[in-house]
């Protein structure tokens, strides 16, 4: 026992000399610590390599990055109780543990330096990397590395992007958002290499509802309740056979909808709202009537929207061929032209929109004509079955492969509109002729789409009172930026 003693005084002794202080004095350890010299001792105490030592004040740091963990060795030492004159006994050992412990693993003696960035309008990804003081060499290792999985002469503004460099500057992974959704993904390998994926990310659905009242366009309406236009786009989508909303909506008219808000989870397991989902059901009541229109799969993945008897919402023709335009001109036996100063007929519809707005074919069919046609400027002609020919005039181009011969289905964009042509503004004349004579699109009467069979159509009826008793629940689900 006096021999293990007298070791452990001998022991105290050495380990007093290495640092410089008595086991007892607390004044002189504080001294050391804050002229530096403590970790240089506890270095040469434990036979840790300089190199060692200096990890922990050497973690590089990028101007203006958005996030960086504590990497300095006196943010360690602070955290460990080092010479702040505090512990559980000063000066009796337990400083010097501490700080062996922080030094034990260098590979935590400097975390990673992370930067994150949206991209602005006009600004290209090595801008926006550059202006948050990441190195030339860095951004062009990225390029080279990410070239032939994405180009970024793609980029656009509100892409995304989040870096993370080691503690020597080198590049770990790069994180490219293209959407709320889709990103690409370049992470450092453990032999050094990196490797490039396409990465996606799974969505999934909560219900919701919204409801509201038009005061003057339904477009505002629904963004008004803080929900995205696609929602509104998707509405449109869903009655365009039975409502022709440039000009059938009227203020008061009253709209709902019973939805799907897509989700999906974030890096820190947060659920983040990404975009409107399907619609399961919906209602339009205004001066054009009520309509409603119910959600049903016929087979798994194969499904259409049906009217509360049953009947299919789809027919053989939309009523429009454009979305959020309003009618220039109507189908008249005499109408005086802007242009030309006289009075004829005008057998279409003049759908009045901003340029470039799509233009998708009413029914399915095949193209007959695509090219200039005099006063009706740029001309698609689709050829559609039972003697059907629809007309797109005045367009400023057209679908990138259209051509004669091809066959297109309904609300395939086709062209884009124009004003080329005897034309005064940005629309589409848009006409119909049946077996050679033109007729008045408002007043076609087209077949409806395949009924349900019997044996669905009772599946339907019992699916139908529970969606629509959802619908007309009357409980309104706040969305994230609005009510």
């Known amino acids: 026992m006096i021999v293990m003693y007298l070791f452990g005084l001998s022991a105290c002794a050495l380990l007093s000399t290495l640092i410089g202080v008595t086991p007892f004095d607390s004044s002189r350890a504080a001294e050391s610590s804050e002229s530096g010299k403590v970790a240089d001792s506890i270095a040469a105490s434990a036979s840790l390599s300089t190199h060692s030592i200096e990890a922990l004040a050497a973690a ?7 996030a960086m963990a504590p990497s300095s060795a006196s943010a360690r030492a602070s955290d460990a109780g080092i010479g702040s004159g505090t512990g559980s ?25 992370i930067t994150e960035g949206v991209l602005k309008r006009g600004e290209t990804v090595a801008q926006s990397l550059a202006k948050q003081g990441v190195s030339v060499r860095i951004v062009d290792q990225i390029a080279t590395e990410m070239a032939g999985h994405y180009n970024f002469r793609h980029a656009q503004p509100g892409h995304g992007y989040r870096l993370v460099q080691n503690a020597k500057g080198e590049l770990e992974s790069f994180e490219y958002h ?8 370049l992470s450092r390998d453990p032999d050094g290499g990196y490797t490039v994926g396409r990465k996606e990310a799974d969505l999934w659905p909560r219900q919701a509802m919204i409801a509201g009242v038009v005061t003057s366009s339904l477009y505002g309406a629904i963004t008004d309740l803080g929900e ?23 203020a008061g008219d009253e709209f709902r909808i019973l939805y799907e808000r897509l989700y999906r989870t974030d890096e820190d397991g947060k659920e983040v709202f990404v975009r409107p989902g399907r619609i399961l059901a919906a209602r339009y009541a205004g001066s054009s009537g009520e309509h409603t229109a119910v959600y049903f799969e016929s087979a798994k993945g194969r499904g259409g929207y049906y009217r509360p008897d049953g009947t299919s919402v789809q027919r053989q023709f939309l009523l429009a061929p454009v979305r959020y335009a309003r009618i220039s001109s109507r189908y008249s036996s005499a109408r005086h032209h802007p242009i030309l100063n006289i009075t004829r007929p005008h057998h279409g519809i003049d759908y009045a929109a ?13 193209v007959i004509y695509d090219g200039w046609a005099g ?17 797109y005039g005045h367009l400023s181009r057209f679908a990138d492969g259209l051509h004669p011969g091809q066959p297109v289905s309904q609300k395939q964009v ?7 042509g005897l034309s005064t503004g940005p629309h589409v004349c848009f006409r119909i002729a049946k077996d050679g004579n033109y007729v008045n699109p408002i007043q076609l009467a087209t077949p409806e789409g395949p009924p349900l069979s019997d044996e669905l159509k009772r599946k339907f009826q019992s699916y139908r009172d529970t969606i629509l008793a959802s619908l007309d629940s009357g409980t309104l689900v706040a969305t994230d930026e609005a009510l």
């Open 354 to 366: 901003p340029l470039g707005t799509p233009v998708f074919a009413v029914a399915s069919g095949e």
């Open 228 to 250: 995205q236009p696609q929602l509104a786009s998707d509405f449109t989508e869903v009655f365009a056979y039975d409502v022709d909303f440039s000009r059938m909506i009227h």
């Open 178 to 185: 293209i959407s709320p959704i889709i990103s690409y993904e």
């Open 414 to 420: 086709i062209g884009f509109v124009g004003s080329t």
């Open 89 to 113: 006994q000063a000066g009796n050992g337990t400083d010097v543990v501490a700080a062996l412990e922080v030094t034990a693993d260098p590979s935590e003696a400097a975390s990673e330096t």
């Open 375 to 391: 006063g009706f400027g740029n001309l698609v002609k689709i050829r559609h079955a039972d003697g059907y020919v629809s007309y």
């Open 60 to 66: 590089p740091v990028l101007g203006a990055t958005i």
